[in-house]
């Protein structure tokens, strides 16, 4: 399969309405591909709190129609990162979208583990209660946001749920990108599954981003890698090699802690 992570520039000069409209023609120009990454909250900017309450948006919402259309024109699944999404009835959330090729908007996952410790994400939005896996023609996708990354329980439960590619759109800043390399290395070879991490590019509010968006093998081996600048990652892997590795060397097979209970019938 081919997979396109698009590491998106988010700058504060960029209106999102020109954002939402330059991020389709990229999906649009990746017809060919399986699978297309869009990074976290790039309409808005994972680090621009102020605008997030008057900026959120809900699951019909602009970016949801921009980015369906733009799945459709291009015949791709797309994982279109994540918005800032309104919920009529509760908080605001960090929310992905995954269209399948027909543009359909299919599963959305809503980030569990917000940033900020005390402040920004981890006290402005809500928190996901829901682990998301998404079967599609080639494989089952298991989303996770950026901060999740660090989180090693969330991503056995992905794998316990069938996954074997994980994808993880981030907005991660450039102070820490040694963490973002080697979290998504730990990911992969923990699961033995392939990660799928685009992130973004650019400085918002302040921040710059590191970049680097990466796709990893289950054997931890760095198929492809981003730079620092605004780039479309193409890389081409074979999702069969999940199962080859965990036939190989079957780790998975000694855990002892943290299994599921077995279903009563």
């Given at each position: 399969?081919?997979?396109s992570?698009?590491q998106?520039?988010v700058?504060?000069?960029?209106p ?10 990229l ?5 060919g ?15 621009a ?20 259309a ?5 015949g791709?699944w797309?994982?279109?990162?994540s ?12 929310t ?11 599963h959305?996952?809503r980030k ?16 996901g ?9 080639f494989?089952?996708?298991g ?5 999740d ?8 439960a992905?794998?316990d ?29 923990e ?6 991490a ?6 918002h509010a ?12 289950p054997w931890?081996?760095?198929l492809a ?8 990652l ?11 590795a965990?036939e ?6 000694d ?11």
């Amino acid at each position: 399969m081919r997979a396109s992570l698009i590491q998106l520039a988010v700058s504060d000069a960029e209106p999102p309405a020109e954002r939402r409209a330059r991020a389709a023609a990229l999906v649009r120009a990746q017809q060919g591909a399986d699978l297309v990454v869009l990074p976290e909250l790039w309409p808005l900017g994972g680090f621009a709190y102020d605008l997030w309450s008057d900026g959120a948006e809900t699951l019909d919402g602009p970016t949801s129609d921009v980015m369906s259309a733009a799945a459709r024109a291009a015949g791709v699944w797309l994982h279109a990162g994540s918005i800032v999404e309104r919920d009529p009835d509760g908080p605001i959330y960090n929310t992905s979208l995954l269209f399948s090729p027909d543009g359909e908007l299919v599963h959305t996952y809503r980030k569990i583990h917000r940033f900020g410790f005390d402040s920004g994400e981890a006290v402005v939005m809500g928190a996901g209660q829901e682990i998301v896996t998404a079967p599609t023609d080639f494989a089952t996708l298991g989303l996770a946001t950026c901060y999740d990354l660090r989180f090693p329980e969330l991503f056995r439960a992905l794998l316990d749920a069938g996954a074997q590619l994980l994808v993880v759109p981030a907005a991660w800043p450039a102070r820490r990108r040694e963490h973002w390399t080697l979290l998504a290395r730990a990911r992969a070879v923990e699961e033995q599954a392939f990660v799928l991490a685009c992130n973004t590019a650019g400085t918002h509010a302040g921040v710059e981003q590191a970049g680097h968006s990466i796709v990893v093998d289950p054997w931890g081996r760095v198929l492809a890698e981003a730079g620092a600048d605004e780039e479309v990652l193409v890389v081409e892997f074979d999702p069969a090699e999940v199962a080859k590795a965990r036939e190989e060397f079957p780790v998975l097979r000694d855990r002892l802690l943290g299994i599921p209970a077995p279903v009563q019938r």
